[in-house]
Structures are given as structure tokens and as C-alpha cells.
């Protein structure tokens, strides 16, 4: 039997491995057709611009190649502003949930949003068995014609982020610069997590 930290590494690589391959298949994701957007990007070229978009992408590619993925019982998130966008299971473990987030390659690491702190803490408290990861899709922004490639992916449990931070003037919201960094990650149990 797995340790719950084993458990938690062991479906983390799985999922980023489906993730990465998901990526791949998919490749650059056209935005308009050339001569619609004269100046390319502006300030539109970055992460929060196409999140939304983003997280659809990835949530509805998973559920439609969930078998050739081996991901079962596979369900998007009711609602949109809730600690994860889709659940499912591998054969051998209980539900998993994923947040999906963006970044931008080659941009500096800064702290970023991970979810509501009072959010995350009923999550924890209402589902104590169940694991929580954030899976961090790389992408480039590209010009002639304006498109969005997706790069790589990290997934990294949300009780495993190093570096939380309550941002009191960001409407409490839980944040982290270290999402996608598996390397510095503090392998934690859901109860150490919670006590943090």
C-alpha cells in the first residue's frame, strides 16, 4: 500500500504525462484569421488573456480522449469559479481534481492566483481523502497568423506549493509563484497542509 505521498506522486506523473501528450495533439491553437488583428498581440500577449479559453481547451480534449488516456469517470466543474475545473480517476486511485492554469514561457516567475483561500479550505475540509492538483499548461504566444502553441505542462499537488501566500488586498485570494515547480515542492499530507 502507497503512502498518501507516493499516491500523490504517482498520479502526478501520470496526469502530466496525459497532459503532455494531450499538448502535443493539440499543438497551436489559431486565434482569429491574419488580417484580423493588424497589430498582433499588444498587451493581450499574456497568460490571463486566454486562461479561460485555455482551461475549456484542455477540459474538453481530456474528456473526449479520457479512454485513450486512461482517464475515468471524467467530469468538468459545475461552476467556473471553484477550486478545480474537472475531476476523474485512474484505475487505481479515488477522484483526483485539477486546476488549470497558464503561463507564459520564458516569463519571470511571479505569484500568482491559486484560488480563493476560503475556497480551498472547504475543499480541503469537505473532501479530506481526495487530491488537488495544479496543472500548469506552458504556452507561446505567435504572430502571422496570431496563434497560441502550447509549450509543456507541470502538475504539482496543491498541498505540495511551497510558497503560499493570502493576498489580503487581492480579495484573499491564495497565491504562489511556484505552481509549476516541481523541483521545490514540500511533499506534504492533506492534514499538514490544512494545518499550515
Sequence with gaps: MLSEIEDAE??????????????RDIG????????????????AGKGRTVWRILEELISQNLEKHAKRLH??????????????????RFDDSKPIFVNIKSAVRGRTPSKDDISKADKLITFFENTPELTLFIATIEID?????????????YVVPTAWLPDLYVNPS??????????????????RTRKDFSSC
Aim: proline share 6%; charged share 25%; glycine share 6%.
Design 10 to 23: 504517482l498520479h502526478r506523473r501520470q496526469l502530466e504525462e496525459a497532459l503532455r501528450t494531450l499538448i
Design 28 to 43: 497551436e491553437v489559431p486565434i482569429g484569421v491574419p488580417g484580423q488583428f493588424p497589430y498582433g498581440w499588444r498587451k
Design 71 to 88: 482517464l475515468h469517470d471524467f467530469k468538468p466543474a459545475d461552476s467556473e469559479v471553484g477550486v478545480y475545473d474537472f475531476s476523474f
Design 141 to 153: 504566444f505567435h504572430v502571422n497568423p496570431l496563434r497560441i502553441e502550447l509549450v509543456n505542462c
Design 170 to 187: 487581492n480579495n484573499a485570494n491564495l497565491q504562489s509563484s511556484k505552481y509549476k515547480d516541481i523541483g521545490s515542492a514540500i511533499r
